[in-house]
């Protein structure tokens, strides 16, 4: 028997049987769809992440002070001492290292802000002229915090868009006095609106000089240090360097933590993958149900085409002509499903794409293959039974029925 | 040339044994015209599935054409089948799905005989069962005669020596039977050897060589 007339009486037999084609078809599709709409999901989710930690800056390596042990208590807790504080000068110790392209001290506190007669309790943040790059923040109007030493506590400051309309209104904001707690600050630059980026809205912040931040909360300590290294080769020796050079500076005391933006990123990347890999999972067990389904129904069509095989036998065709006839036919089926699967999920990916336009979903590429491989392996295997069922039975007794 | 030498075929059927054909000595010269009669259960149609190859003898040796056939694999059997014997069954079995010209081409798309070749043949068959007309026609959409036309078609289409029909005028009206009738014997006339089955005496006296059959035993053997 010819390939292509193996193909044409398979065709027919899935364009005769029209409901039971559709059946087939739709389960199918439905567990390809899922597959491909799960996985987008789980994949977008991953890409949202990687790129919220993407506009964080970078090449970015953080410093916080105490250690983050991996055994035993926290020492720390057990000699009875905190952790030993960051300073600014140790921060400023850093740029020795010749990895280190720039670096912001930051401080961190809430404030009341106050503007004429509206308040607005907003974060502070206390930092230098640096962050803006490292950051990525984008300016809406003047300018960032002023260069310079950064142990002189300008009384300037730099506010988020959301917090200059409400303090505000339509009123120009540049030049304007802005107090917070009895401390007064001359506003040089809002932020553009840029919104969430991962749980800080640099909306609502106000940013003043780290040194003016130091007076304002009271302390010396410093909540994060920002490390940008100058490329991403440089961030392990960048890191490295800035555990050496504090160690100096806290008499030989391993007492901060020095993490990578890469490793927070790669932990996540990899949580996700997991993720989504196992939710495809999931959803391709409705692969394998459908697989069944095809056996079912592949099952039936024996039966009720006893006759046919009959006759099929009677005409001169071989045991594993018919296996093979029944094999395409499955095949067809499962190939039909799995592009209907593929267009649907496609489809569905491009509906929940609108509705969450921020997500960036899109089916992973495994996925893409994974799914209709999964259909049809499965449809094929599944068929098997069928189909030898088919070339085994008795030719006369299968005449014998009408 | 057609010869069973002490074929045996019995079924068991609940726990009872039932002799369905008892040492058959049977020879069938090539372009022979023979009717199988008998009651019900006389092992008619049990003898045709033996000769067609579509069951296997429990004893007794099967040659045709001078080659033992008798132990050929199921497979091998089918080729042969494929070659030497068409069958017409008393429902016609045609493939529902498929038109009268598809059906016709079947055997030949199993042979993988080339679609330019079957298209020819297949033309050619449509053309002498006077089938021109109704080649794109589903069989739901034929009368019975015609389905038995095209069943005909369809089992000359390998040009087989042999035509073995069970019943082909059965489920017929007698005008229908009688065209079937004169078309198996059209192939007869052109050399074909035709073995049919009936009940109806009529049809079976039409035949040259009459065989009567009783409980599974050939019991009457006549020529005229």
């Given at each position: 028997m010819r390939a292509a007339d193996l193909l044409e009486f398979a065709w027919r037999v899935v364009r005769g049987y029209r409901s039971r084609t559709l059946l087939i078809l739709l389960a199918m599709g439905i567990g390809v769809a899922a597959v491909i709409a799960v996985s987008s999901i789980g994949e977008g989710a991953r890409l949202y992440i990687v790129n919220q930690f993407g506009s964080l800056g970078t090449n970015l390596v953080i410093v916080l002070p105490g250690r983050s042990e991996t055994a035993g208590a926290m020492p720390g807790v057990l000699i009875g001492r905190t952790p030993r504080d960051l300073t600014l000068d140790d921060a400023l110790a850093l740029k020795r290292s010749p990895a280190v392209r720039r670096l912001a001290p930051l401080i961190v506190g809430a404030g009341d802000a106050r503007a004429g007669a509206r308040s607005r309790e907003a974060p502070v943040l206390g930092s230098t002229a640096e962050l803006m790059d490292i950051r990525h923040m984008v300016l809406?109007?003047?300018?960032?915090?002023?260069?310079?030493?950064?142990?002189?506590?300008?009384?300037?400051?730099?506010?988020?868009?959301?917090?200059?309309?409400?303090?505000?209104?339509?009123?120009?904001?540049?030049?304007?006095?802005?107090?917070?707690?009895?401390?007064?600050?001359?506003?040089?630059?809002?932020?553009?609106?840029?919104?969430?980026?991962?749980?800080?809205?640099?909306?609502?912040?106000?940013?003043?000089?780290?040194?003016?931040?130091?007076?304002?909360?009271?302390?010396?300590?410093?909540?994060?240090?920002?490390?940008?290294?100058?490329?991403?080769?440089?961030?392990?020796?960048?890191?490295?360097?800035?555990?050496?050079?504090?160690?100096?500076?806290?008499?030989?005391?391993?007492?901060?933590?020095?993490?990578?933006q890469d490793a927070v990123l790669a932990t996540f990347d990899r949580i996700l993958r997991a993720l989504t890999l196992a939710v495809g999972g999931l959803a391709a067990i409705s692969l394998a149900v459908a697989g069944i389904l095809i056996m079912n129904v592949m099952l039936i069509s024996v039966t009720q085409r006893r006759g046919e095989i009959g006759l099929l036998r009677a005409l001169g065709a071989t045991g594993p002509q018919i296996r093979l006839a029944f094999f395409t036919e499955a095949v067809l089926l499962a190939l039909g499903g799995a592009t209907l699967g593929l267009v649907v999920g496609k489809l569905g990916q491009v509906a929940i794409g609108q509705i969450y336009p921020e997500i960036p979903f899109t089916p992973p590429w495994w996925a893409l293959i994974a799914a209709p491989a999964t259909a049809i392996v499965t449809a094929v295997l599944f068929s098997v039974a069928p189909a030898r069922r088919a070339a085994r039975l008795d030719p006369v007794q299968a005449l014998s029925k009408r | 040339m057609i010869r069973l030498q002490g074929i045996e075929r019995v079924f068991r059927v609940g726990g009872e044994t039932v002799h369905a054909l008892r040492a058959i000595d049977l020879q069938i010269g090539a372009g022979e015209y023979l009717s199988i009669m008998g009651p019900s259960g006389s092992g008619k149609s049990t003898l045709l599935n033996i000769i067609g190859l579509l069951d296997r003898p429990n004893a007794g040796r099967y040659l045709l054409d001078g080659r033992d056939v008798t132990d050929?694999?199921?497979?091998?059997?089918?080729?042969?089948?494929?070659?030497?014997?068409?069958?017409?069954?008393?429902?016609?079995?045609?493939?529902?799905?498929?038109?009268?010209?598809?059906?016709?081409?079947?055997?030949?798309?199993?042979?993988?005989?080339?679609?330019?070749?079957?298209?020819?043949?297949?033309?050619?068959?449509l053309a002498d069962y006077g089938l021109e007309s109704r080649a794109a026609h589903r069989p739901d959409q034929?009368?019975?005669?015609?389905?038995?036309?095209?069943?005909?078609?369809?089992?000359?289409?390998?040009?087989?020596?042999?035509?073995?029909?069970?019943?082909?005028?059965?489920?017929?009206?007698?005008?229908?039977?009688?065209?079937?009738?004169?078309?198996?014997?059209?192939?007869?006339?052109?050399?074909?050897?035709?073995?049919?089955?009936?009940?109806?005496?009529?049809?079976?006296?039409?035949?040259?060589?009459?065989?009567?059959?009783?409980?599974?035993?050939?019991?009457?053997?006549?020529?005229?």
């Amino acid at each position: 028997m010819r390939a292509a007339d193996l193909l044409e009486f398979a065709w027919r037999v899935v364009r005769g049987y029209r409901s039971r084609t559709l059946l087939i078809l739709l389960a199918m599709g439905i567990g390809v769809a899922a597959v491909i709409a799960v996985s987008s999901i789980g994949e977008g989710a991953r890409l949202y992440i990687v790129n919220q930690f993407g506009s964080l800056g970078t090449n970015l390596v953080i410093v916080l002070p105490g250690r983050s042990e991996t055994a035993g208590a926290m020492p720390g807790v057990l000699i009875g001492r905190t952790p030993r504080d960051l300073t600014l000068d140790d921060a400023l110790a850093l740029k020795r290292s010749p990895a280190v392209r720039r670096l912001a001290p930051l401080i961190v506190g809430a404030g009341d802000a106050r503007a004429g007669a509206r308040s607005r309790e907003a974060p502070v943040l206390g930092s230098t002229a640096e962050l803006m790059d490292i950051r990525h923040m984008v300016l809406a109007q003047g300018r960032f915090l002023p260069e310079g030493d950064p142990r002189l506590a300008q009384p300037v400051c730099v506010i988020g868009a959301k917090l200059a309309t409400e303090l505000f209104g339509p009123r120009p904001v540049l030049g304007e006095w802005l107090r917070i707690g009895d401390w007064r600050f001359r506003i040089v630059g809002v932020l553009a609106a840029q919104g969430q980026s991962l749980g800080f809205n640099t909306d609502e912040i106000v940013i003043v000089p780290v040194a003016a931040a130091q007076a304002l909360f009271d302390t010396e300590a410093l909540f994060r240090i920002l490390v940008e290294a100058k490329s991403r080769e440089l961030i392990a020796p960048a890191q490295s360097d800035i555990e050496e050079i504090l160690r100096e500076r806290h008499e030989g005391k391993r007492d901060v933590t020095v993490i990578t933006q890469d490793a927070v990123l790669a932990t996540f990347d990899r949580i996700l993958r997991a993720l989504t890999l196992a939710v495809g999972g999931l959803a391709a067990i409705s692969l394998a149900v459908a697989g069944i389904l095809i056996m079912n129904v592949m099952l039936i069509s024996v039966t009720q085409r006893r006759g046919e095989i009959g006759l099929l036998r009677a005409l001169g065709a071989t045991g594993p002509q018919i296996r093979l006839a029944f094999f395409t036919e499955a095949v067809l089926l499962a190939l039909g499903g799995a592009t209907l699967g593929l267009v649907v999920g496609k489809l569905g990916q491009v509906a929940i794409g609108q509705i969450y336009p921020e997500i960036p979903f899109t089916p992973p590429w495994w996925a893409l293959i994974a799914a209709p491989a999964t259909a049809i392996v499965t449809a094929v295997l599944f068929s098997v039974a069928p189909a030898r069922r088919a070339a085994r039975l008795d030719p006369v007794q299968a005449l014998s029925k009408r | 040339m057609i010869r069973l030498q002490g074929i045996e075929r019995v079924f068991r059927v609940g726990g009872e044994t039932v002799h369905a054909l008892r040492a058959i000595d049977l020879q069938i010269g090539a372009g022979e015209y023979l009717s199988i009669m008998g009651p019900s259960g006389s092992g008619k149609s049990t003898l045709l599935n033996i000769i067609g190859l579509l069951d296997r003898p429990n004893a007794g040796r099967y040659l045709l054409d001078g080659r033992d056939v008798t132990d050929l694999s199921d497979d091998e059997q089918a080729r042969v089948r494929r070659e030497k014997i068409g069958f017409v069954f008393q429902f016609f079995h045609l493939v529902p799905r498929l038109s009268a010209a598809q059906n016709i081409e079947l055997p030949m798309m199993l042979a993988g005989i080339a679609p330019e070749a079957r298209r020819e043949r297949i033309a050619r068959l449509l053309a002498d069962y006077g089938l021109e007309s109704r080649a794109a026609h589903r069989p739901d959409q034929l009368s019975g005669g015609q389905c038995q036309r095209v069943a005909i078609a369809r089992a000359m289409a390998m040009q087989p020596g042999v035509i073995l029909a069970d019943e082909p005028t059965g489920n017929l009206d007698r005008h229908s039977g009688k065209e079937v009738m004169a078309l198996l014997e059209g192939v007869h006339r052109a050399g074909g050897t035709v073995a049919v089955v009936t009940h109806d005496p009529e049809i079976g006296a039409r035949a040259a060589r009459r065989l009567r059959m009783i409980d599974g035993a050939i019991e009457g053997d006549e020529r005229s």
